[in-house]
Nanobody
Framework: QVHLVESGGGFVQAGGSLTLSCAAS?????SAWYRQAPGKQRELVAT???????NYADSVKGRFTISRDNAKNTMYLQMNSLKPEDTGVYYC???????WGQGTQVTVSS
């Protein structure tokens, strides 16, 4: 059974940057980052295939960058120009294995 562990969340002021990591204990394929703000539904932030094809939610295009290191079975989310509305718990996900990480909190102050 593959497990996912996120890290890198924290508290940052608006305009700041954070980088999230998601380490998998085994080989993973298409992967994604989701986030859930308080009182809201979980939403898709970005996806990346094993070959590196990327897609982003409109709300983060131009500010967030998803990437991966297949040799390390690790996925990243570089978040720049953070806004208060980016606040939430960020989860990594591997849809074809129905895997979710435990989540990491990102808080952006205005």
């Amino acid at each position: 059974q593959v497990h996912l562990v996120e890290s890198g969340g924290g508290f940052v002021q608006a305009g700041g940057s954070l980088t999230l990591s998601c380490a998998a204990s085994g080989t993973i394929f298409t992967s994604a980052w989701y986030r859930q703000a308080p009182g809201k539904q979980r939403e898709l932030v970005a996806t990346i295939t094993r070959g590196g094809t990327k897609n982003y939610a409109d709300s983060v295009k131009g500010r967030f960058t998803i990437s991966r290191d297949n040799a390390k079975n690790t996925m990243y989310l570089q978040m720049n120009s953070l806004k208060p509305e980016d606040t939430g718990v960020y989860y990594c996900n591997v849809p074809d294995m129905k895997l979710w990480g435990q989540g990491t909190q990102v808080t952006v102050s205005s």
